[in-house]
């Protein structure tokens, strides 16, 4: 009898102590467990690839943050945010869409800053022939021209610009068919739903489906170049700064020379 009070009074004893060391580990695990961080970012389409390989390189040492792009034509992306739509940083194709954010004071003060630059060149399908100028959008033969929405998309803006210099643009807007971003224009003159159309150098450089027929001279056109800000309503702004100066990092800019961007 005495024998099996003495085993439970030690098994009392054993569990007390088990329980008193093991609790606090238990408890307190989870205090350790590292949060995460998720930004997005409202970006041009055609800054897609080289953004995408960016992205994991910022990570290497930003295990907690999760990146989300939502690509699109800078002017549908200014209108979502000036809607409330949720972003952390934008990255325009052109400066018309970030000032007018700015001056509806939805921008963290000091967090614009131009991270590359880019050209406008005309494209053809691959094997198409008899196309070598501006001048020739106007020959009978070509009979669609793919080009951005002017209002909304800046390589549209862009385009228009240059034809309108060159004089041809009233002579082939009929011709015109209108994109929503600049990556619907390479589509259209990859499948051969187009006979030309009008993108950046850096698009034409990720397709094997076309070929640049000529580069537009700069001093037709407003300097393409792509400006970075913070949103003012984001809940992640010293995430958002961390990550805007990463793409001014070394790291970041042989990246956007890989895929033929100019840095400013």
Do not use: C
């Not at 210099?165 to 994109?179: C, M, P, Q, T």
């Amino acid at each position: 009898m005495k024998s099996r009070k003495l085993l439970i009074f030690i098994s009392t004893v054993l569990a007390t102590l088990l329980l008193t060391i093991g609790l606090p580990s238990l408890i307190s695990s989870p205090i350790f467990a590292q949060s995460s961080t998720n930004l997005i970012i409202s970006a041009a389409a055609s800054l897609k690839e080289v953004l995408e390989e960016i992205k994991p390189l910022y990570q290497q040492s930003k295990t907690n943050v999760k990146i989300n792009y939502n690509f699109g034509s800078s002017g549908a992306l200014q209108q979502q945010i000036e809607q409330g739509a949720p972003a952390d940083i934008f990255i325009s194709a052109a400066k018309k869409q970030v000032d007018a954010l700015e001056k509806k004071g939805l921008l963290v003060t000091g967090t614009r800053n131009i991270i590359a630059k880019n050209k406008l060149v005309l494209v053809v399908p691959k094997n198409a022939v008899g196309i070598t100028s501006f001048y020739n959008l106007k020959d009978a033969k070509v009979k669609k021209i793919a080009i951005g929405e002017p209002r909304t998309v800046p390589a549209g803006q862009y385009g228009q610009q240059v034809l309108e210099k060159l004089k041809i643009w009233s002579e082939i807007k009929s011709k015109l068919v209108f994109a929503n971003n600049v990556r619907q224009v390479l589509a259209s003159v990859e499948t051969g739903n187009v006979d030309a159309g009008l993108v950046y150098i850096t698009d034409a450089k990720i397709s094997d489906k076309v070929k640049v027929v000529v580069t537009a001279d700069e001093k037709y056109h407003s300097p393409i170049i792509y400006p970075l800000a913070v949103i003012k309503g984001s809940k992640n702004v010293d995430t958002a700064k961390e990550f805007s100066q990463f793409l001014s990092s070394n790291q970041a800019k042989a990246v956007f020379r890989k895929y033929g961007f100019i840095l400013p």
